[in-house]
């Protein structure tokens, strides 16, 4: 079992770039999120999903956007890159609110 | 106002001692539940406990253990006989009805065992 895995581990964007962030989880769960973690601070929460097609905004969605199209995936899409959005990012799943979450290893993101 | 406070930015002992990491919490919810989660220096997230607000029962875990405290609002993790491999931020975390059962997390305590 890989569990929930991420890609990339690191990636450098210029100012006005675009990325995707890769997350799938192999657990068969319903339930996926995306977090932030900036610098001595706890997660913050960008979206997420409650199942295939269905998405919604957390706490701090703006510049980001999200799609889940299959159980597995729910890529993070960031436009228009601000060094703002410079931070670590965690995708995470679980089989609802009221349980624990698995998170992946994360992806350490710079804006320059 | 904070609804997860981790007063204890950072904590640094001695191996071998024991040592306690505070969390106190604040919901209107009558139904909620407690999470710990660990974050060693390679920077995965790991998660520890979940509690739910009917069950005050203390828990322990090997050297891990947990005081829920509902008259405090308080869900603290003590480590007894603490080892070098214990070193890590701990967060903890509340998941409420009244926040849709989003996780909302404390600020963390970074602990440092030293040899």
């Known amino acids: 079992n890989a569990g929930v895995t991420q890609t990339p581990k690191f990636r450098i964007l210029k100012i006005g770039q675009s990325m995707t962030l890769q997350c799938t989880q192999d657990?068969?769960?319903?339930?996926m999120y995306w977090y932030r973690q900036d610098p001595g601070m706890g997660l913050k929460l960008i979206y997420y999903?409650?199942?295939?097609?269905?998405?919604d905004k957390g706490e701090v969605p703006n510049g980001y956007n999200v799609s889940r199209s299959t159980t597995e995936d729910f890529p993070l899409r960031l436009e228009l890159a601000a060094p703002s959005q410079t931070s670590v990012y965690f995708c995470?799943?679980?089989?609802?609110?009221?349980?624990?979450?698995?998170f992946g290893p994360g992806t350490r993101l710079t804006v320059t | 106002a904070q609804k997860v406070t981790q007063a204890q930015t950072e904590i640094s002992v001695v191996e071998k001692e024991d040592v306690t990491l505070d969390c106190v919490y604040e919901?209107?919810?009558?139904?909620?539940?407690l999470f710990w989660y660990k974050q060693p220096p390679s920077g995965e997230l790991v998660f520890l406990i979940r509690?739910?607000?009917?069950d005050e029962q203390n828990e322990i875990s090997g050297r891990y253990s947990w005081n829920f405290q509902k008259s405090t609002s308080s869900f603290n993790f003590t480590i007894t006989a603490s080892q070098v491999v214990d070193s890590a931020v701990y967060f903890c975390?509340?998941?409420?009805?009244?926040?849709?059962?989003?996780?909302?997390w404390g600020a963390g305590t970074k602990l440092i065992i030293k040899p």
């Open positions: 995470a799943s679980g089989t609802g609110g009221v349980y624990e979450q698995y």
């Open positions: 657990m068969n769960h319903n339930y």
């Open positions: 999903s409650v199942g295939a097609g269905i998405t």
């Open positions: 919901t209107r919810d009558t139904t909620y539940y």
């Open positions: 509690r739910n607000s009917f």
């Open positions: 975390a509340l998941s409420e009805e009244d926040s849709n059962y989003q996780l909302i």
